[in-house]
């Protein structure tokens, strides 16, 4: 079946540091790739996606591209802020089998002033 | 934009009462599911429904039951609350059966079993 791998956290960070956070995933068909972000108290919301091969989805200074050859969907961000502290979730959902996505279990970023 | 609205942030039970969270949604999207939120366990599915009437046991259905009678309304049930059902429950939706779309997840409840 499908699988999403990401890094444990919690990531701990200074204020304007790089971010990157692992995710690599095994899909039996051809899947979209998702980054959903939890903010505290907060449900989940998608932060960016990626739909092929190759694709970069990015947004609020966050990106990740689409690797079909490594099998990974890395987030990163060239400068965090303490507001980006939440917890972030890799997810994929293949495009055309079962609509039931599959989530990594999640990456706690701690941003220090 | 999509909203998801779940009815309550934060809900107090006593162990064998019936509990219901109710969960609506102001877009026409196909999907709906329900969701527990543990700590290093992340996200497992309880139960989905892709059509009015319809439900799906997902990951770890013992313990609730769901009922979809309006297509913007999916209600998660406890029949009879225990503590290790204290947790925080995420509602989403999804536009259609296709895969590969965004969930959109309401803002949780955060259930307490005394």
């Known amino acids: 079946g499908d699988s999403v791998t990401q890094m444990e956290g919690p990531v701990t960070l200074s204020e304007e540091a790089f971010l990157t956070i692992n995710c690599t995933y095994t899909?039996?068909?051809?899947?979209?790739l998702f980054w959903y972000v939890q903010y505290p108290g907060e449900g989940l919301q998608l932060l960016l996606k990626?739909?092929?091969?190759?694709d970069k989805g990015s947004n609020k200074g966050f990106e990740a591209t689409y690797r079909k050859e490594t099998t990974s969907f890395h987030l990163e961000k060239g400068s965090v802020q303490v507001s980006d502290s939440a917890v972030y979730f890799c997810?994929?959902?293949?495009?055309?089998?079962?609509?039931?996505?599959?989530f990594g279990r999640g990456t706690s970023l701690i941003v220090h002033p | 934009d999509v909203k998801v609205t779940q009815s309550s942030r934060y809900l107090v039970k006593r162990t064998g009462e019936k509990v219901f969270l109710e969960c609506v949604q102001d877009?026409?999207?196909?999907?709906m599911f329900w969701y527990r939120q543990d700590p290093g366990l992340g996200l497992r599915l309880i139960y989905f429904?892709?059509?009015?009437?319809?439900?799906e046991k997902g990951d770890i259905p013992e313990g609730y039951s769901v009922s979809r009678e309006k297509k913007e309304r999916f209600s998660l049930i406890l029949e009879s609350a225990s503590t290790n059902q204290t947790s925080m429950y995420l509602c989403?939706?999804?536009?259609?059966?296709?895969?590969?779309?965004?969930?959109?997840f309401g803002p949780g409840t955060r259930l307490t079993v005394l």
């Open positions: 990626a739909t092929k091969a190759d």
């Open positions: 989403a939706t999804s536009i259609s059966t296709r895969g590969g779309d965004t969930q959109y």
């Open positions: 899909a039996t068909g051809y899947p979209s």
């Open positions: 997810a994929l959902s293949d495009q055309g089998g079962s609509y039931i996505p599959t």
């Open positions: 429904s892709y059509d009015v009437k319809m439900k």
């Open positions: 877009m026409d999207h196909e999907n």
